[in-house]
């Protein structure tokens, strides 16, 4: 069984057939799904889905490209909410594109980094172009740990991530050749810091071309991580599940 660690079930894109796609998945050995919001508007909806749908689990956070029409409530809709998620995420820091306001990214990431410690919840981490920034604001305010989705860093960053109880998501980047640096981690990194991932819609993995992606291709995902690490696509799902399981504490 696999768990895919980070889908964006909530988008639109899954409006005309979520029931579907959740029952291909599952038939094809994708047994749990972690739902990220991306801004306080799609909170309800992703809560709503996970109450819906079994082994659907709600992450609520605003993520650093949507921080730009964020405004403090939404943080205490976000604690208002914090007994009923299995994370808070999707948050983080995004500097790929320049100019837009890190001090307020930094601002809203740290803001629900404490909620997550108050909470004692886990973490989904969206970081690009911000691997050391999102380190020193994860030093500065503990949290128990979560999952640094699409990771992208280095083997040194990674190492710090695993030290402040991380694991490392990985998902269709890695099918793709050129996609070196990610092939290399994903091969050599620490079985056990491993969890596997699709960011559906986004990211689709080299086989589906350029078509939306869905958690009904984890299992081909899977096979790939298999093929890096020459184990049996089983001995993965297991790993990557327990990994799964025991830092997002699902049953
Ligand atoms: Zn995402």
Redesign the pocket.
């Known amino acids: 069984m696999l768990i895919d660690t980070?889908c964006?079930l909530d988008a639109a894109e899954f409006d005309s057939d979520r029931g579907e796609v959740i029952a291909r998945a599952r038939s094809a050995g994708v047994g749990a799904f972690v739902i990220?919001a991306?801004e306080r508007k799609a909170f309800e909806k992703v809560l709503s889905i996970c109450g819906e749908n079994l082994h659907c689990y709600p992450a609520l956070g605003i993520?650093p490209m949507y921080v730009g029409d964020a405004v403090p409530e939404d943080i205490e809709a976000l604690r208002s909410r914090a007994l009923e998620v299995a994370a808070v995420g999707?948050i983080g820091l995004d500097f790929f594109v320049e100019n837009y306001d890190r001090e307020r990214q930094i601002h809203f990431f740290e803001a629900q980094l404490k909620i997550a410690r108050e909470f004692d919840l886990p973490v989904l981490l969206?970081v690009r172009r911000a691997q050391d920034a999102v380190l020193a604001s994860l030093r500065k305010i503990r949290v128990k740990g979560g999952i640094a989705?699409?990771f992208n860093g280095s083997f040194q960053q990674a190492g710090e991530f695993i030290r402040l109880g991380f694991r490392l998501g990985f998902g269709g980047a890695m099918t793709f050749e050129r996609a070196t640096r990610i092939r290399a981690l994903a091969a050599d990194l620490p079985m056990e810091s491993i969890v596997l991932e699709t960011?559906s819609p986004?990211m689709p993995p080299s086989f589906i071309g350029k078509a939306r992606n869905s958690p009904e291709y984890l299992p081909e995902i899977a096979e790939v991580l298999a093929n890096f690490r020459k184990m049996t696509v089983n001995e993965v799902a297991m790993a990557t599940t327990a990994n799964a399981r025991e830092v997002l504490e699902l049953e």
């Open positions: 980070h964006h990220p991306v993520h999707e969206h989705h699409a960011d986004d």
